[in-house]
């Protein structure tokens, strides 16, 4: 039998307290990144409130403490990090308790980058679809909803904190999660039950939960629902929430049922307006999907359930002339592109703006609406590219790219519009 001296006893003992003591990270990520700033959120496990471990080339490492630390489960914590000042378009490296993640700043002017978008995983999805997205190295993950399937209908955050740690403790999750910055913008699923609306019964803590455990952009409501918008170089983004403001398919249709209500549908208005003279493009990152005909049925869980209010957007938008507007969507288990051809929902018929599905991340295929110009694909494993090509010049190129998990090609389009305003 080994026998050790008393004192190295006494150190391995003493070591190992410390290490069951140390925290661990149990899942982490970054979001709200502009060219100045970003934020990071991290769970861990164990005493202690760690600081954050800022690195890029050619900068001395820099400390950051936590800024906002929640409970959650006994002896765990959700922390939140501030991290500014940044240097613009610039790749950074953070490490909290020894866990480690990677995000790019956002670039100022014109600029060419790369989004990735996709929606739809089965809680705690293993899927290799997630290091195939990885592999691209996108500027930013653009999430479309249904991060988790757990139909939640309780009103408890703890009940949505367990959820996001099946979906975020997941390994093949991590391997993205970590490699670069995420936008996410729930669906129905991961908002309430199935088809959910602003009469969910978990509203309230599904709200209360993604402020925790999100790293996000400013809210443009102080109402709870989760609208907001940012920019990557001459490019803004539209973020709508068309969950928790939906009126239920117990209102029957008229120019009075809304989808987004009277607020947020205020705000895009006002945001596609500046937009139109301030930016080269907008996106319009509308998780549901836009294009379908009027079925007469207030249960679709689509915009063909809300046609009033889809013919008042369009009408809106082709009359304030917005025309370097494109739509990115999920929901649907499909990737699928339209030009324009079949989003004729103004008053004058033309085509307004091209539409871009992507999913399912893992979920069986399924297709909703259309018909779409460049086809649909019903499948799982399947995300979406955006490429922005904007080198300065009178107009901006964008390239879209439906793929598989195996990095298969199934549809393509890309088109470019004139710049009409200054840019940022």
């Known amino acids: 039998m080994r026998t050790f001296s008393p004192l190295l006893l006494f150190l391995l003992v003493n070591t190992a307290v410390v290490a069951a003591g140390a925290p661990t990270v149990a899942w982490m990520?970054?979001?709200?990144?502009?060219?100045?700033?970003?934020?990071?959120?991290?769970?861990?496990?164990g005493e202690g409130t760690p600081p954050l471990l800022l690195e890029t080339d050619g900068e001395a490492p820099r400390t950051f403490e936590v800024a906002v630390r929640r409970p959650a489960e006994v002896g765990a914590a959700v922390l939140a990090y501030e991290l500014a000042p940044l240097r613009p378009d610039t790749r950074y490296r953070y490490t909290v308790a020894g866990s480690t993640g990677r995000f790019r700043s956002h670039p100022v002017g014109p600029a060419s980058f790369t989004i990735a978008l996709g929606s739809c995983a089965q809680t705690g999805s293993e899927h290799p679809?997630?290091?195939?997205?990885?592999?691209?190295?996108?500027?930013?993950?653009?999430?479309?909803?249904?991060?988790?399937?757990?139909?939640?209908?309780?009103?408890s955050v703890d009940v949505f904190r367990r959820a996001y740690g099946r979906a975020l403790g997941s390994a093949a999750q991590t391997l993205l999660f970590r490699s670069t910055a995420v936008n996410y913008n729930w669906d129905d699923h991961d908002f309430g039950p199935?088809?959910?609306?602003?009469?969910?019964?978990?509203?309230?803590?599904?709200?209360?939960?993604?402020r925790e455990m999100v790293p996000h952009y400013p809210f443009a409501s102080e109402s709870g629902a989760i609208y907001h918008a940012f920019t990557i170089g001459r490019v803004r983004f539209?973020?709508?929430?068309?969950?928790?403001?939906?009126?239920?398919?117990?209102?029957?249709?008229?120019?009075?049922?809304?989808?987004?209500?009277?607020?947020?549908?205020?705000?895009?208005?006002?945001?596609?307006?500046?937009?139109?003279?301030?930016?080269?493009l907008v996106v319009w990152v509308n998780s549901v999907?836009?294009?379908?005909?009027?079925?007469?049925?207030?249960?679709?869980?689509?915009?063909?359930?809300?046609?009033?209010?889809?013919?008042?957007?369009?009408?809106?938008?082709?009359?304030?002339?917005?025309?370097?507007?494109?739509?990115?969507?999920?929901?649907?288990?499909?990737?699928?592109?339209?030009?324009?051809?079949?989003?004729?929902?103004?008053?004058?018929?033309?085509?307004?703006?091209?539409?871009?599905?992507?999913?399912?991340?893992?979920?069986?295929?399924?297709?909703?609406?259309?018909?779409?110009?460049?086809?649909?694909?019903?499948?799982?494993?399947?995300?979406?590219?955006?490429?922005?090509?904007?080198?300065?010049?009178?107009?901006?190129?964008?390239?879209?790219?439906?793929?598989t998990h195996e990095d298969v090609e199934l549809v393509r389009y890309s088109f470019t519009r004139p710049v009409r305003g200054m840019g940022r």
């Open 289 to 403: 999907p836009w294009i379908g005909a009027d079925t007469g049925s207030e249960n679709e869980d689509r915009w063909t359930g809300f046609t009033h209010e889809r013919a008042e957007l369009s009408a809106f938008i082709e009359q304030n002339g917005i025309h370097h507007l494109c739509v990115l969507s999920g929901d649907a288990h499909m990737v699928a592109i339209d030009d324009g051809t079949n989003n004729r929902y103004g008053p004058g018929g033309r085509p307004l703006f091209p539409v871009f599905h992507a999913a399912a991340l893992d979920r069986k295929g399924s297709v909703k609406g259309g018909p779409y110009s460049h086809g649909a694909f019903g499948g799982p494993g399947q995300f979406g590219l955006m490429r922005v090509i904007d080198t300065g010049g009178p107009e901006i190129r964008v390239e879209w790219s439906g793929r």
């Open 238 to 280: 539209l973020v709508t929430d068309t969950r928790s403001e939906r009126d239920p398919p117990q209102v029957p249709a008229g120019p009075e049922r809304t989808l987004l209500g009277r607020e947020q549908k205020a705000w895009l208005k006002r945001e596609l307006l500046a937009a139109r003279d301030r930016d080269a």
């Open 29 to 45: 990520w970054s979001g709200a990144v502009t060219p100045q700033s970003a934020r990071v959120t991290v769970k861990i496990v």
């Open 129 to 155: 679809v997630f290091g195939t997205i990885a592999r691209h190295e996108p500027l930013l993950f653009l999430h479309t909803g249904d991060l988790h399937y757990e139909d939640i209908a309780e009103n």
């Open 194 to 210: 199935n088809n959910s609306d602003r009469t969910s019964p978990s509203r309230e803590a599904s709200r209360a939960a993604y």
